[in-house]
């Protein structure tokens, strides 16, 4: 059972969790949004892409890599291995 020390203590914690709630409802309705009109949301770019630098979510592609990325799709059947070689292969270490 839980006690409240102080007397608006319940109405402070329901206030918090109503907000809560309400900014998980905006953060995740304002990514859906995001994701409809195409548009990148990720921290990070994956390789191969780079962030454009005029609008944050929209993403180029990285021409220096481009042979690699080809490399990989004409593989086949892509798996960590496969790509680890053509990655070798290229000189690419940190990807």
Not at 10 to 28: E, H, P, Q, T, Y
């Amino acid at each position: 059972m839980v006690t409240f020390t102080y007397p608006n203590q319940r109405m402070l914690i329901s206030n918090f969790l109503d907000r809560a709630s309400d900014i998980s409802v905006k953060v995740r309705t304002n990514q859906r949004i995001k994701r409809i009109n195409d548009e990148y949301i990720g921290s990070f770019s994956p390789f191969g892409y780079l962030k454009n630098p005029k609008n944050k979510n929209k993403l180029i592609v990285e021409d220096s890599v481009t042979p690699v990325i080809k490399d990989i799709f004409s593989i086949g059947k892509v798996v960590e291995v496969n790509i680890f070689i053509v990655f070798s292969v290229a000189g690419i270490e940190n990807w």
